[in-house]
């Protein structure tokens, strides 16, 4: 009869050492469920006041780039003013060595008319 309840005795040791085991393994997810879900509600309010601040510099974007405001900002900051007929001049008259070889010229090509 001794060695049956030797055996008891390791069994019960055994089982209390488990049931230890899993209630430290049980309390180490909950505090870490608890943690990860702060962590979450944390994010998810950061996430919602960048959301917001997108939301505002959309909103002055569209107004910055809307042709009203562009139209305004040109007239203010770059105010053009008509050609005058002194400021043209012909193709014959401008000296290809004075411009460079990075000058940009405007030169609309007269269009070819079609054989109908």
């Keep these: 009869m001794t060695l049956k309840y030797h055996h008891l005795k390791l069994i019960n040791y055994v089982s209390m050492a488990a049931v230890f085991l899993i209630g430290v393994f049980l309390y180490k997810t909950s505090y870490d469920v608890r943690f990860l879900k702060s962590d979450h509600?944390?994010?998810?309010?950061?996430?919602?006041?960048?959301?917001?601040?997108?939301?505002?510099?959309?909103?002055?974007?569209?107004?910055?780039?809307?042709?009203?405001?562009?139209?305004?900002?040109?007239?203010?900051?770059?105010?053009?003013?008509?050609?005058?007929?002194?400021?043209?001049?012909?193709?014959?008259?401008?000296?290809?060595?004075?411009?460079?070889?990075?000058?940009?010229l405007a030169y609309k090509q007269p269009q070819k008319r079609r054989a109908v």
């Design 41 to 104: 509600e944390r994010m998810e309010a950061e996430l919602a006041t960048v959301m917001q601040a997108m939301h505002v510099l959309k909103a002055e974007w569209s107004y910055l780039d809307s042709p009203a405001h562009l139209k305004k900002l040109s007239n203010k900051v770059l105010p053009h003013k008509p050609a005058r007929v002194m400021q043209l001049a012909s193709w014959k008259s401008l000296d290809v060595a004075k411009i460079g070889p990075h000058t940009v």
